[in-house]
């Protein structure tokens, strides 16, 4: 029996099912050998990683209270039904699904974590990730747009004033217009902490200089978040922020 055990190892398909037996044998008494504690441990470990092998399905929902939970089916429903079909074509064929995100803005997904006082559904970062992650199982990077825009959204409600925010942000949070980030620059890449355009304040507004390259996505009639330093650290040797 021990050589069967250990032959198994190396046969996927029956290993699980000669570990169990082989536990079954050792707290039976059949096998006095087997009640050694050594190879008891050797059996559920083996089962243990067994089972742990196994491409098992675990609740999402599991933890989540009731109405987050109804915020993860609808994305979830909506990820089957309106992304993962076309996922493999839109890739291929390099498209930006438009309409399919505006249908998404509909059910407030354009703008989840923003106020709804400018078109927003108001919601947690907590349930912003249980929804992008529910989108993500239909297309990952539609969905990792979505969450950039998002995040472009929540700086103009978060940092602009009432009028940029009553301007900007109600047709961002239904996707009539697309947000992009631009953090990518010639000279250092995405390397936050390298980046050299500016934003230097000037009385009421700030005088942006440097360049970009490579924008997350710029559809038409988008609008487009440049990432500057806004200032330096003591002797101006490192960024103090963007």
Not at 132 to 155: D, K, P, Q, R
Not at 165 to 194: I, N, V
Request: hydrophobic content about 40%.
């Amino acid at each position: 029996l021990l050589l069967l055990f250990i032959f198994s190892s190396s046969l996927p398909t029956n290993r699980g099912s000669v570990a169990r037996f082989c536990v079954a044998m050792a707290w039976s008494g059949r096998f006095p050998m087997l009640l050694a504690p050594w190879f008891r441990f050797a059996c559920c470990r083996h089962l243990a990683l067994h089972r742990r092998g196994i491409a098992s399905c675990i609740d999402p929902s599991v933890g989540l209270t009731e109405e987050q939970k109804e915020f993860q089916k609808v994305a979830f429903d909506f990820a089957t039904r309106e992304m993962a079909p076309h996922m493999a074509e839109w890739d291929q064929k390099e498209v930006f699904p438009v309409e399919t995100m505006r249908r998404a803005a509909l059910l407030g997904f354009g703008g989840i974590y923003i106020h709804p006082e400018v078109g927003g559904s108001g919601l947690s970062r907590l349930d912003t990730t249980i929804i992008f992650e529910a989108l993500s199982t239909g297309c990952a990077s539609t969905t990792a747009y979505m969450s950039i825009h998002n995040m472009c959204v929540w700086m103009i409600d978060t940092f602009g004033n009432e009028e940029q925010r009553h301007q900007f942000c109600p047709p961002l949070c239904s996707m009539e217009k697309f947000a992009s980030y631009c953090l990518t620059e010639p000279g250092s890449g995405s390397d936050a902490a390298s980046l050299l355009t500016s934003a230097k304040k000037s009385g009421d507004c700030y005088i942006l200089n440097g360049s970009k390259g490579g924008p997350t996505r710029t559809p038409p009639a988008s609008l487009s978040l440049p990432e500057p330093q806004s200032g330096l650290r003591e002797k101006e040797t490192a960024p103090a922020g963007l």
